[in-house]
């Protein structure tokens, strides 16, 4: 059974950082991991990516030079360090890894396994 297990949300007071991690288990054929987030006013976003295979990296625009996705030491495990975080960073994030290539980063249509999702909250 393929799991995604996220860990590392919490609240921050604004400017401050957080640290996201996500694990993949179950599965060996992941070829990109992402993190995507969601509020009840807004739809889903992606907001980083990092194919596992060469390790090029994608950010939303209003994420970029604040957060940094990387892999971790585990082929199927990311991490994404956010900083300089801001009240409108606050949302649900989501872990997620797809198994096919050159398909938009920022669809969930993209991604094939998702996690249970962690709160972020910036007050």
């Known amino acids: 059974q393929v799991q995604l297990v996220e860990s590392g949300g919490g609240s921050v007071q604004p400017v401050g950082s957080l640290r996201l991690s996500c694990s993949l288990i179950?599965?060996?054929?992941?070829?990109?991991m992402g993190w995507f987030r969601e509020t009840d006013e807004k739809e889903r976003e992606g907001v980083a990516a990092l194919w596992i295979s060469g390790g090029s990296t994608f950010y939303a625009d209003s994420v970029k030079g604040r957060f940094t996705i990387s892999q971790g030491i585990a082929k199927n495990m990311v991490h994404l360090q956010m900083n300089t975080l801001k009240l409108e960073d606050s949302a649900v994030y989501y872990c997620?890894?797809?198994?096919?290539?050159?398909?938009?980063?920022?669809?969930?249509?993209?991604?094939?396994?998702w996690g249970q999702g962690t709160q972020v909250t910036v007050s």
């Open positions: 997620a890894a797809g198994t096919r290539y050159w398909l938009p980063l920022t669809d969930t249509s993209s991604f094939d396994y």
């Open positions: 179950g599965s060996t054929n992941a070829v990109v």
